[in-house]
Nanobody, 127 residues
Framework: QVQLVESGGGLVQTGGSLRLSCATS????????MGWFRQAPGKEREFVAA????????HYSDSVKDRFTISRENNQNTAYLEMNSLRPEDTAIYYC????????????????????WGQGTQVTVSS
């Protein structure tokens, strides 16, 4: 079994920054694609960002493009989400997920593609 654990969430003011981390443990896996999603109260879980298994491609939702940056450790299933210029509408539970197939990040938006999920970390942006 594979476990994903997110960390780094918290309370921040509008315009502030946070860095989320996602660590993988359990069954050893070669590097896989990883994504970040978020879910605000009363809303569906939505795609935020993805990075391919080799780190060569990244993809972002329009709402976070140019503010968030996804990255990963080389040859590991550890990912990060650097979030800058945070807005109240970024408030949500943020989840990381692992996609065991090999795809470019641009093809990793759908929730259905992901095989493993973390429990989430709360991000709250105050106005």
């Amino acid at each position: 079994q594979v476990q994903l654990v997110e960390s780094g969430g918290g309370l921040v003011q509008t315009g502030g920054s946070l860095r989320l981390s996602c660590a993988t443990s359990g069954r050893a896996l070669s590097p896989k694609g990883m994504g970040w999603f978020r879910q605000a109260p009363g809303k569906e879980r939505e795609f935020v960002a993805a990075i391919s298994w080799d780190g060569l491609s990244t993809h972002y939702s329009d709402s976070v493009k140019d503010r968030f940056t996804i990255s990963r450790e080389n040859n590991q299933n550890t990912a990060y989400l650097e979030m800058n210029s945070l807005r109240p509408e970024d408030t949500a539970i943020y989840y990381c997920a692992l996609d065991i197939q090999f795809r470019p990040a641009q093809a990793m938006e759908s929730i259905r593609l992901y095989d493993y999920w973390g429990q989430g970390t709360q991000v709250t942006v105050s106005s």
